[in-house]
């Protein structure tokens, strides 16, 4: 996987990873082949456990209280991913950049893509930009990659929820009993 200036990949992966964990290390290695992530080992149990402590700690940093925490809670993952970055063509695809030692198991890539990813993520395009969904009954967790930095939703469905249900708080009946006027009243 190519790290770009905005970490926007390793970040949405984590945010998929982290929605829907996953159950195998049969489902994690499709799931990361199909990311782009390029896998120089089998993976085993053990690179599913350490997939499983990253988004635990990832978690951590998407329900920070504010900036600073956020910042602290991401530089003990990158102190503990800590590999020095170097160019590589390890795929003959072009050279790129790694944040990862040569001969590394899977857990531990992961644990470095999106450590970095999301370093990368929250310092370009603002610290802000991860977060879980607004919708109340939604835990979704997403990476603002819009222009204007202000998506509130995971999806467009969950937006679409709750404009509707704005919408019908705001054009709901006060709850008052309506009174007809007086129509034929006799004396």
């Known amino acids: ?13 984590a945010a998929d990873l982290a929605n829907r964990r996953p159950a195998d290390i049969g489902e994690l290695t499709d799931r ?21 402590e990253v988004l635990e700690a990832w978690e951590k940093v998407v329900d920070a209280g504010d900036e600073e925490e ?15 970055p170097r160019m590589t063509n390890h795929m003959g695809t072009g050279w790129h950049l790694h944040y990862r030692d ?46 204007t930095g202000r998506q509130r939703y995971c999806s467009p469905r969950c937006a679409n929820r709750d404009a509707v249900r704005r919408h019908r708080a705001r054009t709901a009946p ?3 009993v309506a009174q007809a006027p007086d129509q034929g009243k006799v004396n």
């Open 1 to 13: 996987m190519h790290l770009n200036p905005y970490g926007e990949d390793p970040v949405k992966l």
């Open 70 to 84: 956020r910042a602290e809670l991401l530089n003990r993952m990158l102190a503990t991913a800590a590999a020095y």
């Open 174 to 176: 006060t709850g008052r």
């Open 32 to 52: 990361c082949r199909a990311a782009g992530v390029a896998l120089d080992l089998p993976v085993t149990d053990r690179d599913l456990d350490r997939t499983l």
């Open 102 to 147: 040569e001969g590394q198991s899977l857990g531990d890539v992961l644990y470095s893509l999106i450590a970095v990813g999301t370093a990368l993520h929250l310092a370009g395009r603002g610290m802000r930009r991860l977060r879980r969904c607004e919708v109340t009954e939604c835990t979704e967790i997403f990476a603002d990659t819009s222009r």
